[in-house]
């Protein structure tokens, strides 16, 4: 394909940027997301070849990569259309009249939650609150706020949009979308398959944390019970028993004020 074949060239022209991006931070992992967005503004999407990439800059493996990406909603494994069209399914939003509009939405577009339109111009999803309430209902067109929805605006937007004249840029889109973006992987595991980030990775479940190729860190130290944990609401291990005490004393030396 012409798209694998261009990539290494992308990549060369956006490995600069990626070095200042990495730069900015003390642990090379924490520059993955915003180096994952630069490579989405030009390709549309996450592609394996830009997590791949990512991965060998950061010194990450393949799978904590993807396991990073798949995590965040604004981030897209697949391609996506050049209009992502969110609509605010919220309750300020459902109250002034959400529900009609994403009715309208779907009629003129036929489709349905996570899909994109057979042309591969437009992409719908109905997402939690927006944050605009005040002006309800509202969408964002690729994280560009619409407000107080109608269903002439909807119309007015849609025929701009593939006009080319709306005021919003449409993303990248280097390959045309299937019908959804949305993975599902269920089947797949089921049948003790693996994502792509995690074929041929030594592993890949490590359970043990970062540095912890062999997955046992954290059992061992419950083994010999030289982690605590303390407080009901508590998620975190300590390992140095003597934080315990610390934390227990000052707890009790507020308690006696």
């Known amino acids: 394909m012409q798209r694998e074949a261009d990539f290494p060239a992308l990549l060369e022209r956006l490995r600069p940027e990626c070095q200042r991006i990495i730069v900015q931070y003390e642990q090379k992992r924490s520059a993955l997301l915003p180096i994952m ?91 939690e609150c927006l944050a605009a309430c005040d002006r309800a209902s509202c969408m964002q067109v690729n994280l560009d706020f619409v407000y107080s929805l109608t269903p002439q605006m909807v119309d007015d937007m849609l025929a701009a949009m593939r006009a080319g004249t709306y005021s919003t840029a449409p993303m990248a889109q280097i390959e045309a979308p299937g019908r959804t973006w949305a993975i599902s992987q269920e089947s797949d595991i089921s049948r003790g398959k693996k994502s792509p980030g995690a074929v041929g990775v030594p592993l890949p479940n490590n359970a043990g944390g970062v540095g912890d190729r ?44």
């Open 37 to 127: 967005h630069l490579f989405q503004g030009y390709e549309g999407y996450c592609s394996a070849d830009a997590m791949n990439a990512a991965a060998e800059m950061l010194d990450l493996t393949p799978a904590e990569v993807e396991s990073t990406v798949s995590f965040y909603t604004l981030l897209y494994r697949r391609p996506v259309g050049k209009y992502m069209l969110q609509i605010c399914r919220g309750l300020a939003c459902s109250i002034n009249g959400a529900e009609d509009m994403m009715a309208y939405f779907r009629e003129k577009l036929d489709v349905g939650q996570l899909e994109t339109t057979d042309d591969g111009v437009f992409s719908y999803e109905e997402v």
């Open 214 to 257: 062999s997955g046992i860190i954290m059992l061992d130290h419950i083994l010999a019970r030289d982690v605590e944990f303390f407080t009901k609401t508590s998620e975190r291990a300590v390992v140095d028993a003597r934080q315990v005490v610390e934390v227990r004393e000052e707890e009790g030396s507020h308690a006696g004020h």
